[in-house]
């Protein structure tokens, strides 16, 4: 399913911010601590795959900052915002890939 949303996402830019504003909402006051979880992996696996637009990314940006859990989670993930932004999109991952970015 999230090799699926990549190849949609990626082929057409202007659902990229819906996902990442999706992403951020389902992580912002979430008590489920799995669902969480899950949620920050499709935003990791999403800051590796494409950018958000400039319009978006410094609100991005203060969403990692102040709701990542842990220093060197929200430095990582940083990282990726920035080199992607720099970058630009990818070409969609293999499901090998995906698979090692997840674990």
């Given at each position: 399913?999230t ?5 949609r996402?990626?082929?057409?830019t202007?659902?990229r ?13 979430n008590?489920?601590r ?16 494409f ?20 220093m060197g ?6 990282s ?7 970058d ?5 991952p293999s ?9």
């Amino acid at each position: 399913m999230t090799r699926r949303l990549l190849l949609r996402v990626v082929a057409h830019t202007a659902l990229r911010d819906e996902t990442f504003v999706q992403i951020m909402k389902q992580l912002s006051d979430n008590p489920r601590r799995a669902s969480c979880i899950r949620g920050w992996t499709l935003l990791d696996v999403c800051l590796k795959s494409f950018p958000p637009s400039d319009i978006l990314e410094n609100f991005l940006e203060g969403f990692v900052r102040t709701r990542t859990p842990g220093m060197g989670e929200m430095s990582a993930r940083l990282s990726l915002l920035y080199q992607t932004a720099l970058d630009g999109a990818k070409p969609v991952p293999s499901m090998e890939q995906l698979c090692e970015w997840i674990v």
